[in-house]
């Protein structure tokens, strides 16, 4: 079975700084996607950034980007030039390639944004 | 992005009685949806997978004949907590999944529901 581990429940950053957050999991397929999702205190998911496995590119999206490193089995999520609106609970989700939308979070890590 | 709408927003009902809360694609067919279940500060729990026009296939632990899903359409899944209890308080969250041409997985999320059992 697929598990997926996020290691930091907590992380604080500066306005206008640069944080990351961590990711790791385990699986013994070789096709799959990876994704962090945002849930701010509306609950609402909200997709933030997702990675093809077979892809070696790193994903990014604006100020969010990924460091996937596939051997370590490991994918970070990095946010540039942090905004107050950037402080809600983030998710790292695993999916199996065969399973379309079928997800399996991590535990989250909630980021709060100092101004 | 597509659209998935959650009803009700958030429910109180009486212990013993039983709730449904249904999930609905606006603007696309779902092949298949998901229930989630989260508690405080904690991450989702997928329960089941909803397939449209087939029996749930459920999560291990979860209770089938508490937890009833019907995916009768392509637009709509609904899950009714059968004789609720206090310990059945959560928040539910459904989601939708759309085929892409050019991403295997599209899910997309409804606002949830907070179920308060008294």
């Known amino acids: 079975a697929q598990t997926v581990t996020q290691s930091q429940p907590e992380m604080s950053v500066q306005e206008a700084e640069t944080v990351t957050l961590s990711c790791t999991y385990d699986t013994s397929e070789s096709d799959y996607y990876l994704f962090w999702y945002k849930q701010p205190p509306s609950r609402q998911m909200i997709l933030v950034i997702r990675?093809?496995?077979?892809?070696?590119q790193n994903a990014t999206e604006n100020r969010f980007s990924v460091n996937f490193q596939k051997a370590a089995k490991s994918f970070s999520l990095k946010i540039s030039d942090s905004q107050l609106g950037d402080a809600a609970m983030y998710f790292c989700a695993y999916s199996s390639y065969n399973q379309g939308g079928k997800l399996i979070f991590g535990q989250g890590t909630e980021l709060s944004v100092k101004p | 992005g597509a659209v998935v709408s959650q009803h009700p927003s958030w429910v109180i009902c009486k212990s013993g009685t039983s709730v449904k809360i249904e999930c609905r694609s606006l603007d696309f067919q779902a092949t298949t949806m998901f229930w989630y279940r989260q508690f405080p500060k904690q991450s989702l729990m997928l329960m089941a997978t909803s397939n449209e026009g087939s029996k749930a296939t459920y999560e291990q632990g979860v209770e089938k004949d508490k937890f009833l899903i019907n995916h009768a359409s392509l637009t709509l899944s609904t899950l009714t907590v059968t004789s609720a209890h206090p310990e059945d308080s959560s928040f539910y969250i459904c989601?939708?999944?759309?085929?892409?041409?050019?991403?295997?997985?599209?899910?997309?999320f409804g606002q949830g529901t907070r179920l308060t059992v008294v």
């Open positions: 989601s939708a999944y759309q085929p892409s041409r050019t991403v295997n997985t599209e899910a997309f």
């Open positions: 990675q093809e496995a077979y892809k070696q």
